[in-house]
């Protein structure tokens, strides 16, 4: 009863409709409430009325009623707001800044719970309106594109029927432009839209487009640049947008065609400054920071050379143990290092390596394990002497005791033959 009181109360047309509405917005922000007043006959049509009304006031309440609706986790919520779509999609080249951000918040909450809201949108044009508004000065307008493009490009849909229209669109190359100035101006957004570059790259299987745009250039400078600010004056909340770059960047060079960022040693240093200024606060980061570095490091000599010459093992040593994925990736990295051959091999052997190696035989990770026998096996490999220093050091029984692990033990007996061989033979 009392729902449909406030529906009659908006619908009476009195001089204090205002109040109405805004009763009705309050009421509204309640999930079982929402969900009575869509099911109540002419509910959306009269908001929809309000909300295209030529009242400044009554529209903005009736935009703020529509944005409590569409909070509403019931996709039969959203898709009541079906009718309304057309016209956030025409205000959003709005009179008022907060009214053009209340539509694109309401747009971008119906886009996450609803596939025939998306359905609708697409025809009706929602691309090229983002891609016009994507060209504002305003910082919350930027941000709210941010967030609908981002509720999009995850839509289960998204690779097939999305990204295809976005990568057709401006958008593209005013994301990279966003992401690579948010040091200097709009954070949020750019955070924002550095995640809506991680979803196209890791939905594509190549990424022509933004390869074209010179997205690997761009980011790589953009990490360069971080790097530098981080000691002095790192932004607050500086971590959300390095994750979502790294990845961008990450996936990018891990596709085929893929120009790396070339005899340039400056990104492995501004890797490490990264790693060391958020291990202690941040350590998700470490993992995204050693995919990189693996990425990098993987198919790259000039790379591999380079992060021995700028002396970076040691800090790369330090991860080792710094958690579980940290372990394996770090390892990983050693590999690419060591599969470039002997004066690579020779120069992981002068950091004493092969202790901090032993240990790492004992650990219950299957992965890990796996990875410190390959990277064994390449530095016998190449400095056939290693396996006599690691026999000394105790190395037989480490690698005996997994000859009955069914996954290692083919590995582990290799290596055994390789240490049991006599020298010279």
Not at 360 to 378: F, Y
Not at 387 to 393: G, I, M, P
């Amino acid at each position: 009863g009392q729902v449909l009181e406030l529906l009659r109360g908006v619908q009476r047309g009195s001089e204090d409709r205002k109040r109405s509405l805004g009763r009705l917005r309050w009421a509204l922000q309640n999930e079982e409430t929402q969900q009575k007043f869509v099911r109540l006959d002419g509910s959306i049509r009269t908001l929809t009325g309000l909300f295209t009304s030529s009242l400044a006031e009554l529209q903005l309440e009736a935009a703020r009623c529509l944005h409590e609706l569409s909070h509403s986790s019931v996709p039969a919520v959203a898709e009541a707001c079906l009718p309304v779509t057309s016209y956030l999609l025409t205000y959003l080249s709005g009179h008022s800044l907060e009214f053009t951000e209340l539509c694109l918040y309401t747009l971008g909450n119906l886009v996450v719970e609803s596939e025939a809201v998306r359905k609708q949108l697409l025809p009706q044009g929602i691309i090229p309106v983002l891609a016009s508004c994507i060209q504002s000065p305003h910082e919350a307008v930027l941000e709210g594109v941010g967030y609908v493009l981002s509720q999009l490009l995850q839509a289960k849909e998204a690779p097939t029927e999305i990204i295809p229209l976005v990568l057709d669109s401006v958008l593209p190359q005013h994301m990279l432009r966003l992401v690579c100035s948010g040091l200097k101006a709009a954070m949020g957004a750019a955070v924002e839209f550095a995640w809506c570059l991680h979803y196209i790259i890791c939905r594509q299987e190549d990424n022509v487009e933004l390869l074209a745009l010179g997205a690997v250039p761009a980011l790589t400078s953009l990490l360069v640049d971080l790097a530098s600010q981080i000691p002095q004056d790192a932004p607050e909340g500086l971590e959300l947008l390095v994750c979502p770059v790294l990845r961008c960047l990450s996936n990018l060079l891990a596709q085929t065609g893929c120009q790396g960022p070339g005899q340039d040693g400056r990104l492995l240093i501004a890797l490490f400054l990264i790693l060391q200024c958020f291990l202690q606060q941040h350590p998700f980061l470490v993992q995204e920071c050693l995919w990189l570095l693996n990425n990098l490091t993987a198919d790259d000599a000039f790379l591999c050379s380079t992060l021995l010459s700028l002396d970076l093992l040691p800090a790369l040593l330090q991860l080792l143990t710094c958690s579980q994925m940290a372990t394996v990736l770090v390892l990983t990295v050693l590999c690419n290092v060591a599969e470039k051959g002997l004066s690579q091999c020779q120069q992981l052997l002068q950091q004493p390596l092969l202790p901090q190696l032993l240990p790492l035989l004992t650990l219950p990770d299957p992965e890990a394990l796996g990875q410190c026998l390959e990277l064994l096996h390449l530095l016998f490999l190449h400095c056939p002497e290693a396996a006599a220093d690691f026999t000394r050091q105790g190395g037989l029984q480490a690698l005996e005791q997994h000859q009955g692990t069914p996954e290692l033990q083919e590995r582990a007996q290799a290596l055994l033959d390789m240490v049991r061989q006599p020298p010279g033979a």
